[in-house]
T-cell receptor, first 112, second 115 residues
C-alpha cells in the first residue's frame, strides 16, 4: 500500500483567496508530481520535482506554484483562487527510473 | 512524446460478464504501459503494468492485459466482472529513457456494472 497523503480532501473557497494544497509521501521517493483532473479528461501534469530544491512546470499552464524543501513534502499554492481553478488535484510520487507512479487520494477544489 | 487513446468513454456490462477495455498508445520506442483504476472520490490505484518480457500481464483484482506491439495496444480484460469493479479506468504510457518517469494518461473509460 502506497503512503501518499493529501490534505484537505475537499475545499470550497471564495474567489481571491490564497490556498495551499498539501501532499506528503513517506516512501522516500525522489520524483513528485501534481496533476489536474477534470471529468472525462485525461490527467494533466501541472508541476513536477526531481528532488529537493527542484521544481518544473508541466504541460498544462497553471497559475499555481510549488516548492520542494523536503523530500517528503510537495505543496501546491494558489495565490489568488478563481472559479477556473475548480478541479480535482492529484499528487503522485515515484522513484527515479521506477516507472509506476503512486497517487494520493486527491483534493477536490471548488472556487466560488 | 507519447500519447494514449481510450476509445470508449463509457461501457456498461452485466455482473458476471466478461470485460475488455481498449487502449492504444503512441510512442517511438518500447513503452512502459499501465492500467490504473479510480473509484469515486479516490486517487488512482495501479492495477497492472508492463515493462518487458511476457506480453500478457496479470494484475490485482483478477485483471489482465496484453501488450500487442503490432497494434500499439494494451487492452485490459477481466473474465467475470463484479459489481465492485464499477469505476473509472485509465491507461497510461510512460517513457523509460534517461530516468524519465513522465507518463501520459488516456481520458479514461467509465465502467458501469448492471446487476
Amino acid at each position: 500500500e502506497a503512503d501518499i497523503y493529501q490534505t484537505p480532501r475537499y475545499l470550497v473557497i471564495g474567489t481571491g483567496k490564497k490556498i495551499t494544497l498539501e501532499c506528503s509521501q513517506t516512501m522516500g521517493h525522489d520524483k513528485m508530481y501534481w496533476y489536474q483532473q477534470d471529468p472525462g479528461m485525461e490527467l494533466h501534469l501541472i508541476h513536477y520535482s526531481y528532488g529537493v530544491n527542484s521544481t518544473e512546470k508541466g504541460d498544462l499552464s497553471s497559475e499555481s506554484t510549488v516548492s520542494r524543501i523536503r523530500t517528503e513534502h510537495f505543496p501546491l499554492t494558489l495565490e489568488s483562487a478563481r472559479p477556473s481553478h475548480t478541479s480535482q488535484y492529484l499528487c503522485a510520487s515515484t522513484v527515479l527510473g521506477g516507472g509506476e507512479q503512486f497517487f494520493g487520494p486527491g483534493t477536490r477544489l471548488t472556487v466560488l | 512524446a507519447q500519447s494514449v487513446t481510450q476509445p470508449d468513454i463509457h461501457i456498461t456490462v452485466s455482473e458476471g460478464a466478461s470485460l475488455e477495455l481498449r487502449c492504444n498508445y503512441s510512442y517511438g520506442a518500447t513503452p512502459y504501459l499501465f492500467w490504473y483504476v479510480q473509484s469515486p472520490g479516490q486517487g488512482l490505484q495501479l492495477l497492472l503494468k508492463y515493462f518487458s518480457g511476457d506480453t500478457l500481464v496479470q494484475g490485482i483484482k483478477g485483471f489482465e492485459a496484453e501488450f500487442k506491439r503490432s497494434q500499439s495496444s494494451f487492452n485490459l480484460r477481466k473474465p467475470s466482472v463484479h459489481w465492485s469493479d464499477a469505476a473509472e479506468y485509465f491507461c497510461a504510457v510512460g517513457a523509460h529513457e534517461n530516468n524519465n518517469n513522465d507518463m501520459r494518461f488516456g481520458a479514461g473509460t467509465r465502467l458501469t456494472v448492471k446487476p
